[in-house]
């Protein structure tokens, strides 16, 4: 049964760095069919795709991100994390980790999310 | 980023059908056969119930269903049950250098 779990602070200060892992388990994070992303929830707006990384080591960030994210991965662990700098109150949203297929739009197991707040 | 629109609400008593629509663009939903829908109760993982317009998960109720019409994508919930009370979010593949896209979530609610 394919699980994940995020974790990481609730509360981070502006223009300080929100780092945030993803523990999974029931399948190797170095499966090559599968992609890690994180997706974020500002309630009451839509739902933000941040990111993936695949077990190569390919990346690929949403560009209105990508110079403030990166996504990292321990395979020993089975966890992949989320960097985000230089953060500020509009980071404040509730993250997901997520599964997709590889090349693909569907995420088909996602975690519970965490609520990270940025507030001084 | 543009999000997908979908009606903030629908309501519906049990045992009858209500759907859902969410409507994108030529860039997303109506280029691409590549909509997928979300159920979310709060406080737990979100669940895949329809992935490429029409498929659904194994293990997901035959209750639910996707469809397409240009560029609105929907999601009929029939024999509605107190269960489904939860929100609802679409997502597209975009050519556009986001790659996916969302909706803004629809909250369900079994009267």
């Known amino acids: 049964q394919v699980q994940l779990q995020e974790s990481g602070p609730g509360l981070v200060k502006p223009s300080q760095t929100l780092s945030l892992t993803c523990s999974v388990s029931?399948?190797?994070?170095?499966?090559?069919?599968?992609?890690w992303n994180w997706i974020r929830h500002h309630p009451g707006e839509a739902l933000e795709w941040i990111g993936y990384r695949y077990y190569t080591g390919d990346t690929y960030y949403n560009p209105s991100l990508k110079s403030r994210v990166s996504i990292s991965v321990d395979t020993s662990k089975n966890q992949f994390s989320l960097r985000m700098t230089s953060v500020t109150a509009a980071d404040t949203a509730i993250y997901y980790c997520a599964r997709s297929y590889s090349g693909s739009s569907t995420f088909g197991y996602w975690g519970q999310g965490t609520l990270v707040t940025v507030s001084s | 980023q543009s999000a997908l629109t979908q009606p903030a609400s629908v309501s519906g008593s049990p045992g009858q059908s209500i759907t859902i629509s969410c409507t994108g663009t030529?860039?997303?939903?109506?280029?691409?056969?590549?909509v997928s829908w979300y159920q979310h109760h709060p406080g737990k993982a979100p669940k895949l119930i329809i992935y490429?317009?029409?498929s659904r998960p194994s293990g997901v109720s035959h209750r639910f269903s996707g469809s397409k019409s240009g560029n609105t994508a929907s999601l009929t919930i029939s024999g509605l049950q107190a269960e489904d009370e939860a929100d609802y979010y679409c997502s597209s593949y975009t050519s556009t250098d986001t790659l996916v896209v969302f909706g803004g979530g629809t909250k369900v609610t079994v009267l």
């Open positions: 029931g399948v190797s994070i170095s499966n090559g069919d599968y992609y």
């Open positions: 030529s860039r997303d939903v109506s280029a691409y056969n590549y």
């Open positions: 490429a317009v029409t």
